[in-house]
């Protein structure tokens, strides 16, 4: 099948993805120090919807068309059991939660989007768990594609490592293909496919990785009555790490590094 994966490989056009992440990056650094107990999701979804309109830039969240109703929010607050695309509420974070922030944000028609957990207060020893394994695994997804590679191998890399720690990876959503779309080729599954998906990753693909790490099984319920939020079949606990990448001609280029999140390697 002939790949639709749009190739960057103009200074201008790699600038514009650069410039996207970034923004988003440092959105995530100012949203940081308010994720934290006692603040619902709501609160910290209207500071990054104010911080991206002070700065000129778009939510793409808001508005994304869904199956059922369009987005309601401007990021993504995805709590305990819930798999991705929670939306923000009025519950306030608790200790022992465990949350992903999910951000995305358009630059001059460019896309960022990233995403980190974050331990509220004292968590368990299966919390802290599931979050470090979903980091790590992240990085040894992005460590195992080079210029010219498959994608079959980040989804390798990426099921095995949590297999191997008593953990599952979802399957019903991806990584994608991002740039002045926000979802495009190609499909990063982040557990192997057979037969192998052998879509290669040219120098020019910019796309984003983005694990889904359960603690019990790896089957999602169907969204919920709300048309967005997907939490784990058993009610297990689900982490979720997120970076853009170019493929450069050099290896993968992490587009969204923040500066205070954490760094590769370190423990959570
Ligand atoms: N940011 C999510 C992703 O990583 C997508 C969220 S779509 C939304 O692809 F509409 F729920 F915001
Ligand atoms: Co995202
Ligand atoms: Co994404």
């Known amino acids: 099948m002939r790949s639709r994966t749009p190739l960057f490989n103009t200074e201008a056009e790699r600038e514009g993805l650069r410039r996207a992440s970034r923004f988003n990056a440092q959105l995530l650094d100012h ?3 308010h994720v934290v107990a ?6 910290i979804d209207r500071l990054a919807y104010s911080y991206t309109l002070e700065h000129g830039h778009t939510p793409a969240c808001l508005g994304y068309p869904g199956e059922v109703v369009p987005y309601p929010k401007s990021i993504c607050t995805s709590v305990n059991d819930v798999v991705c695309h929670g939306v923000p509420d009025d519950r306030p974070l608790q200790s ?11 630059v001059d028609g460019w896309y960022g989007d990233q995403s980190e957990m974050f331990l509220i207060g004292e968590v368990s020893d299966e919390a ?25 191998a980040i989804s390798r890399a990426i099921y095995e490592y949590a297999r191997g720690e008593g953990l599952d990876v979802v399957r019903e959503y991806q990584g994608h293909g991002i740039g002045r779309r926000f979802h495009q080729d190609p499909g990063i599954p982040h557990v192997p496919t057979r037969p192998p998906n052998r879509t290669v990753i ?11 790490i359960n603690t019990g099984t790896w089957h999602t319920n169907r969204v919920e009555s709300d048309g967005w939020t997907v939490r784990t079949r058993d009610g297990g606990l689900s982490a979720q790490w997120e ?7 050099d290896g993968p280029e ?3 590094l923040t500066e205070g999140g954490p760094k590769e390697g370190q423990r959570i």
Request: aromatic fraction near 4%.
């Open 202 to 212: 040219q120098p020019g693909t910019c796309f984003t990785i983005e694990p889904m």
């Open 96 to 106: 022992g939660d465990i949350v992903n922030v999910d951000l995305t944000t358009i």
């Open 31 to 33: 949203l940081r120090p």
């Open 243 to 249: 970076h853009t990448l170019l493929m450069t001609e």
């Open 128 to 152: 802290r768990h599931v979050v470090q394994v979903a980091f790590d695994s992240l990085y040894l997804g992005i460590r195992a594609i080079e210029p010219g590679g498959q994608v079959d």
């Open 38 to 43: 006692g603040v619902t999701t709501s609160e």
């Open 254 to 256: 992490i587009l969204t």
